[in-house]
């Protein structure tokens, strides 16, 4: 059942996953996207803070969209994001970490006859810590 903007409320939540998280895959994005030591490199990465490869910020944005699209937006009426605010990373993803999305509808707002715009609290978990938080706002169509 596809999910419009008349069928999200202010307050629902709900929860996505799971996706496991390979040192190869951190490697890989990281080689490509952001290469830096601590994520590309495991013997300089174990020389640093964080004593271990660790995945790059935004590779754990692209897991926690993939875990929202096959969770929720393949089978809803979203039209893209208008942003993102407050994006955190408060516990680095590591090799083996198994990722789930929770979200809460936090407001929402008609934008015209055939589209409205939900705000999204959302957070990336491994081991029910918090590895990414955001608010997005999703524009939704309408019936």
């Keep these: 059942m596809t999910t419009y903007f008349e069928d999200v409320s202010v307050g629902d939540t709900d929860e996505f996953g799971t996706y496991e998280v390979t040192e190869a895959e951190i490697l890989e994005f990281a080689g490509q996207y952001d290469p830096q030591p601590f ?3 495991p013997e300089a990465a174990a ?12 590779h754990t944005c692209a897991m926690t969209m993939r875990l929202l699209v096959d969770g929720h937006f393949a089978d809803s009426a979203a039209m893209g994001a208008r942003g993102v605010e407050e994006l955190r990373f408060p ?3 590591r090799p083996g970490d198994s990722l789930s999305v929770r979200t809460e509808v936090l407001e929402k707002s008609v ?6 715009t939900v705000r999204v609290r959302s957070e990336t978990v491994t081991d029910d810590e918090v ?3 955001m608010t997005s706002e999703v524009m939704y169509a309408r019936r």
Excluded: F, K, M, N
């Design 39 to 41: 994520h590309t490199d």
């Design 47 to 58: 020389e640093t803070i964080y004593g271990g490869v660790i995945a790059s910020g935004w």
């Design 131 to 133: 590895v990414l938080s």
């Design 91 to 93: 516990r680095p993803v």
């Design 111 to 116: 934008d015209s006859a055939d589209r409205g």
